[in-house]
């Protein structure tokens, strides 16, 4: 289960409305390597490993990127909050509004819908902490990316603390891989995959 | 920062200081600087958050109080920039 703490993990407060700088950020919300693939990522292999602290790590980390989703959120809105119907047809927005009005809905950049396939769940722990491992890179790009296209000092702020996340999130997965590799034989990782196979020897 | 916004900027440092400890701890259990750290900054941060519900408005649920008047719906919600 859940509780909400009414507040955003990092602050965030935007003077200026802009459209666009708000459809490119959406990318982190609903695009290929945002937060909602992230959150939904973590949370739903966790079932599939074996370990107590590799699940762990999955829940906790998965429960950052739902933080960090309602903080891309709060950028989107605030930079979309107020928009005049001159500003929407101006910056490119209206392709979004005629959808959505300034209500957030879940899209990449280039306006793809979120989709499950942007994500796996393997049921294979060592497959996926390595997916784990490459979408905290993905996302740190993003981020990078992100950071070249805009200058505003009060949205890139919270955008700094996001991509700095990934690097930390890196990190314990790479530890949550070791952890795991630690448990199986070191002559053959692969052996046996130890969220499905029954197997009374292959722990070597 | 008024004293509203300042207390909530101290709940959201000592917070995050514990979910980057919780995360570290959660691949190092038996870190005892770690552990440490976390009990000191967890303490803070009950004692932050009683604060700032008594004061202002209730950041969870379990904060509420209800004796008076059912409060959690009047908070500002905090994508409106009432985060700092």
Redesign the interface.
């Known amino acids: 289960m859940w509780k909400y703490e009414k507040r955003l993990q990092f602050p965030v407060k935007i003077k200026e409305p802009n459209a666009k700088l708000a459809q490119i950020i959406i990318s982190q919300y609903g695009g290929p390597d945002g937060e909602m693939g992230a959150s939904m990522r973590y949370l739903s292999q966790r079932y599939a490993t074996p370990y107590k602290e590799v699940a762990g790590v999955l829940t906790d980390i998965g429960t950052e990127e739902l933080a960090h989703l309602e903080m891309v959120a709060a950028i989107i809105y605030q930079l979309t909050k107020n928009l005049s119907m001159e500003e929407i047809e101006r910056s490119g927005f209206d392709k979004y509004y005629v959808d959505h009005t300034l209500g957030i809905w879940p899209q990449a950049a280039g306006g793809v819908p979120f989709n499950a396939c942007e994500f796996q769940s393997k049921g294979d722990v060592i497959t996926d902490l390595h997916e784990d491992m490459a979408a905290e890179q993905k996302a740190r790009t993003t981020y990078d990316n992100i950071l070249r296209l805009i200058k505003e000092p009060d949205v890139c702020e919270p955008i700094r603390f996001l991509r700095e996340r990934e690097i930390v999130h890196y990190q314990r997965f790479g530890e949550a891989l070791r952890l795991t590799t630690d448990k199986l034989n070191e002559k053959n990782f692969y052996a046996f995959n130890p969220g499905f196979d029954k197997c009374e020897n292959c722990n070597g | 920062m008024n004293g509203k916004e300042q207390l909530?900027?101290n709940?959201?440092v000592v917070?995050?200081t514990l979910?980057?400890l919780?995360?570290?701890l959660?691949?190092?259990?038996k870190d005892r600087r770690a552990l440490e750290y976390f009990r000191h900054y967890a303490q803070i941060k009950r004692q932050l958050c009683r604060e700032f519900s008594q004061k202002y408005?209730?950041?969870?649920?379990?904060e509420s109080d209800s004796e008076k008047a059912w409060t959690w719906g009047e908070?500002p919600?905090?994508?409106e920039?009432a985060?700092?």
């Open positions: 909530l900027f709940i959201g917070d995050f979910v980057d919780g995360l570290f959660d691949t190092h259990p408005y209730p950041l969870t649920l379990a908070a919600l905090p994508w920039g985060c700092d």
